[in-house]
């Protein structure tokens, strides 16, 4: 379990809405007006998908953070029976940063012999001038397997400069191979440092999904 250090708390705040607005600048005005092929899910993820729209959860509530003495990194699981517990709008906005990314992130898979990839949105918050970072120094624990990036896809300009000034955000999405469960506990990890709060997150998801059920039916005619 890691704690903020009270020198980036300031940020944390911060580093949300940056997210928030590099998600809304990738998708772009138009949205996901002309339709793409999602990346796959598998036949389990596809029986657990609660239903869209009814979720009341804050981006901040489904977030892992970590923070070294330069950076603070928020980790974001793109899965859709994690996002769809989230308010409308942040849902949309999520889903369709995904559906925009669909063909590259079809093609990356199908390349790396992925059938259903994991996928993070990631975004590194510089706490200092010249902050460097290295992307492919995150990493995922999942049921004691290590994963490592199987490939990034940039959302931000800064990121293939892997240095930031203070206050500056990178944001990209993680491509990971088969296997991450992140309806179970799993931990990130960057340079030493490590995050294993996911566990408590899942009991907040829990109880979130039976609510959205729960307005789901009362809302059915």
């Known amino acids: ?24 600048l990738a998708i772009g005005p138009l949205g996901c007006a002309q339709a793409q092929e999602r990346p796959p899910v598998s036949p389990d993820e596809a029986l657990d ?50 559906e925009s990314k669909a063909d590259e992130l079809n093609e990356a898979a199908s390349r790396l012999g992925i059938s259903t990839p994991s996928l993070f949105l990631v975004t590194f918050f510089g706490l200092e001038r010249e902050a460097r970072f290295n992307p492919d120094d995150l990493t995922v624990t999942s049921q004691n397997r290590l994963f490592r990036p199987a490939q990034t896809f940039p959302l931000s300009p800064l990121w293939s400069a892997q240095q930031l000034g203070q206050r500056e955000t990178a944001t990209a999405i993680y491509l990971f191979e088969d296997g991450i469960r992140t309806l179970d506990p799993f931990t990130i990890e960057y340079v030493g440092r490590r995050n294993d709060n996911w566990e408590q997150v899942l009991r907040t998801l829990e109880r979130e999904r039976a609510s959205v059920i729960a307005r789901a039916a009362a809302a059915r005619p």
Not at 71 to 80: A, G, N
């Open 49 to 98: 998908l609660p239903p869209a729209g009814f979720g009341t959860l804050r981006q901040d509530d489904v977030s892992l953070r970590l923070h070294t003495t330069t950076v603070l990194i928020q980790v974001v699981p793109l899965d859709e029976r994690v996002i769809r517990l989230l308010s409308q709008d942040t849902y949309s906005s999520l889903h369709r940063l995904v």
């Open 1 to 24: 379990m890691i704690q903020c250090h009270p020198s980036c708390r300031p940020a944390v705040a911060f580093l949300s809405r940056a997210s928030a607005l590099v998600v809304l």
